[in-house]
């Protein structure tokens, strides 16, 4: 597929070494502190976590499956890379709630939630769970390499699986979270540059825009420039109930955690950058870029199916974009093209290399093994964990031909039946550990039942997926709101101290009531003359709560998304209303920076005085295992 | 596979060589301007 010259082998060598060595320099920073090493001592402004939530948001196989999408579907295949639009509201919600509780991991979070054995069991099942899921994803993108190494230049499959993972270690295992988030910063400049000028000649190539558009239309394709092209409410290629399903799933996903795979890694993220503001803002910039990007991908995707429509495998459609790369870029270009590509995946290995190493240092040595190791040791257990995350992801790489199918269906167990569950143990106070783990197990029953076991006897027609995901739901929570109500809240004193660190959204009545009895918190803040209705001047106290501020900015973001991605595509094609689309999604953002910022910057602002003592708190907490610590 | 064009769009010194310079000062000095400002701290 590619012919290389020496010069496009030398700026890729060019851009590797710079996107290495840079990433390099940042150990310095690293080595002081296990905070430094995963966290990069949450202190980044919001547009470092946001390039990194872009970068992670970009995988290695990320550009062959969303042209797989788009060459198949047109336009409407964008709605497959909507999944990402959870950080719409995620960015409002849950990623203010998870940056004050300060856990580093999501398994941490369920010992701030929950309480006692439960908490635990939950904490080192997420752990060793997402330990191992570091694993797969690494030996997963580790193949995809190896087949566009093995593609492009003939190279045998262990050459891609290997080698880069191996030079990605280089800068992870020295600058730890430091690096990940520079590397990615890099990567992503590199990235979007590939991705900008790749849509710009493949349209110049298709015949400018209206050529690109006339020659879809000649084929008798017309349906495919429309992003509603619904083949009927439940039947056909894209039925309007799974539209639905994935709105409920990725827009309604943000009010909870672990709702999306990727909620695991965007925490870090989050919990690395310097307040809530910058944690608010990083995820939502990153989900943006993310979603514009998707709609530059979906116009020279578009311009690619006009220039050669008849491809009728999968395998050979979904290299679409790799193809207009090598054949379109002049010699030179097509090199850091290639460049990008490898940064593309080497920020996909670093993040969960890095991702991999934290739940194991954090979660299950420190927590488990070792909880008074220093910060040197805590560096070093990184570093060793890091390298049996490497040496693990090559196994799986290796035998991933083989177990290809029923990881993926884990992975869909994974996500469809603790779906709901995972939002209501943000927004429920009486919600429990022995609830959510309950909700764990029923997930893997139930979806065995539902997906293989009661489609061989006959007993349930073989559903399809967006049908699966509401019985799963039903038959979950069949099992979980019983259990929860059946066994004891979690106890008032750990409830109270979570509900006033990170003041949570939706049912916590009973909490708050006690938190004010306590004198911890006040009621309803009295002021004197009307409420304004739109506020905009704030006390660190009124904005701790949610208002009707908050409510309005969750329902224009996932709305300001769509019109970001949909509007991007349908600009670049020059068709009727992309400028529109694009020109209301920047008004509604400026609205509602206009609106919310005020209110993020008081309480932001105040939480970072009181972060110190939190985070005091919170390192005794780790260090005294099993041990009730006095919360004062 | 049928070649997607018959003759490449872009060519000559100024995407060969002026483009991938640029490019690569950019990241070079963006990765400095980040390394300045976080070793202080």
Not at chain 1, 235 to 255: K, N, R, S, Y
Not at chain 1, 296 to 306: E, G, K, M, Q, Y
Not at chain 1, 363 to 370: A, G, I, S
Not at chain 1, 556 to 579: C, R
């Amino acid at each position: 597929m590619a012919h290389f010259t020496i010069l496009d082998w030398f700026w890729t060598a060019a851009f590797l070494l710079l996107m290495v060595g840079g990433a390099f320099f940042f150990y310095r920073l690293a080595r002081r502190s296990e905070s430094d090493f995963f966290l990069a001592g949450r202190g980044l402004p919001w547009w470092l976590p946001a390039s990194s939530v872009f970068s992670t948001h970009t995988a290695t196989d990320t550009p062959m499956w969303i042209t797989g999408v788009l060459y198949a579907h047109g336009l409407r295949g964008l709605w497959y890379s909507f999944f990402a639009a959870w950080t719409a509201i995620g960015a409002f919600v849950s990623a203010r709630i998870f940056r004050r509780s300060l856990a580093y991991t999501q398994a941490e979070w369920q010992t701030l939630r929950f309480s006692g054995l439960g908490a635990e069991l939950l904490r080192g099942w997420l752990a060793g769970w997402q330990v191992f899921m570091n694993m797969f994803i690494l030996g997963w993108v580790g193949i995809a390499m190896g087949k566009v190494g093995q593609l492009a230049f003939d190279w045998p499959v262990w050459v891609g699986l290997v080698i880069p993972t191996l030079i990605t270690a280089l800068y992870t295992l020295a600058a730890g979270y430091w690096g990940v988030v520079m590397g990615d910063f890099l990567q992503g400049i590199v990235a979007v540059f590939a991705i900008v000028i790749v849509t710009v000649v493949a349209i110049s190539a298709g015949g400018g825009p209206e050529g690109v558009t006339t020659r879809i239309i000649e084929l008798g394709e017309g349906w495919r420039l429309d992003p509603f092209a619904f083949t009927g409410w439940f039947t056909g290629d894209f039925p309007a109930a799974w539209w639905l399903t994935m709105l409920v799933i990725a827009v309604i996903g943000g009010f909870g955690m672990g709702t999306s795979l990727d909620w695991y890694v965007e925490a870090q993220r989050i919990q690395s950058a310097k307040g809530l503001r910058d944690a608010t803002y990083g995820l939502w910039a990153g989900g943006a870029v993310t979603l514009i990007r998707n709609g530059f991908w979906a116009a020279s995707i578009l311009a690619f199916f006009a220039m050669a429509p008849g491809i009728a495998e999968q395998a050979d459609y979904e290299l679409g974009w790799f193809r207009l790369g090598f054949e379109l870029l002049p010699v030179g270009l097509a090199g850091v093209f290639f460049g990008a590509i490898l940064a593309i995946h080497l920020s996909t290995i670093s993040s969960h290399l890095n991702l991999g190493a934290l739940y194991f240092t954090r979660d299950l040595y420190q927590r488990y093994m070792k909880p008074d190791a220093t910060n040197t040791e805590l560096v070093w257990m990184g570093r060793v964990a890091t390298l049996v995350l490497l040496v693990g992801s090559f196994f799986y790489g290796m035998m991933m031909q083989e177990i290809t199918r029923w990881l993926i269906f884990a992975l869909w167990l994974m996500m469809a039946g603790i779906w709901l569950p995972n939002i209501l143990q943000v927004t429920w106070w009486r919600f429990n550990a022995w609830g959510y783990l309950a909700a764990w197990m029923a997930n893997l029953g139930v979806a065995w039942l539902v997906v293989w076991v009661l489609p061989a006897f006959g007993v349930l027609p073989e559903l399809p997926d967006y049908l699966q995901f509401w019985l799963l739901m039903a038959l979950g929570a069949a099992v979980f709101v019983p259990v929860t109500l059946l066994t004891k809240p979690e106890p008032m004193d750990h409830l109270v101290r979570y509900y006033v660190m990170t003041r949570p959204v939706g049912n916590w009545g009973p909490v708050h009531r006690e938190a004010v009895r306590r004198g911890l918190i006040e009621d309803e803040v009295k002021r004197t003359g009307p409420r304004p209705f739109l506020r905009r001047d704030w006390t660190p106290e009124e904005a701790d709560g949610w208002s009707r501020e908050d409510w309005l900015v969750i329902v224009l973001s996932p709305v300001i998304f769509a019109l970001l991605m949909i509007g991007v595509t349908k600009l670049l094609l020059l068709q009727p209303l992309g400028a529109a689309m694009v020109i209301a999604a920047v008004a509604l953002t400026l609205f509602c920076y206009w609106l919310i910022d005020p209110k993020l910057r008081a309480v932001s602002g105040e939480y970072e005085t009181r972060q110190a003592a939190y985070l005091d708190d919170l390192e005794v907490g780790v260090r005294t295992i099993g041990q009730e610590v006095d919360h004062g | 596979m049928e070649p997607l064009v018959a003759t490449q769009p872009l060519t000559g010194f100024f995407w060969s060589w002026i483009v991938p310079v640029l490019l690569f000062v950019i990241a070079f000095g963006a990765t400095w301007l980040l390394y300045k400002r976080f070793s202080k701290d």
